[in-house]
């Protein structure tokens, strides 16, 4: 069983950056599929980034160019850089893993990330 431990929320003006960290208890090399997402108050999941361990990452239309995910297989820990963040992307946000797909098996308590205008 892995373990996914999201650090890194708070409250930041628009316009400024967060790093978001998922730690897994598990190898990340492992972990063929990870992925953030994030839930907005009334609003549906949704997806935000992902990365493949084919080097293959994907990110939602309202956050390309300003977010990025990326892996430290070495710290099993993977990062969402956020940066000129939008009242917009206020949400609890979420890193899920999948070993052999896309569809997590793997789910992290998810951290909040509230931004102000």
């Known amino acids: 069983q892995v373990q996914l431990v999201e650090s890194g929320g708070g409250l930041v003006q628009a316009g400024g950056s967060l790093r978001l960290s998922c730690s897994s208890s598990g190898s990340i090399s492992s972990l063929n599929f990870m992925t953030w997402y994030r839930q907005a108050p009334g609003k549906q999941r949704e997806l935000v980034a992902s990365s493949g361990s084919g080097g293959i990452t994907n990110y939602a239309d309202s956050v390309k160019g300003r977010f990025t995910i990326s892996r430290d297989i070495s710290n099993n820990t993977v990062y969402l850089q956020m940066n000129s963040l939008k009242p917009a992307d206020t949400a609890v946000y979420y890193c899920?893993?999948?070993?052999?797909?896309?569809?997590?098996?793997?789910w992290g308590q998810g951290t909040q990330v509230t931004v102000s205008s």
């Open positions: 899920a893993a999948g070993r052999l797909t896309w569809s997590p098996d793997y």
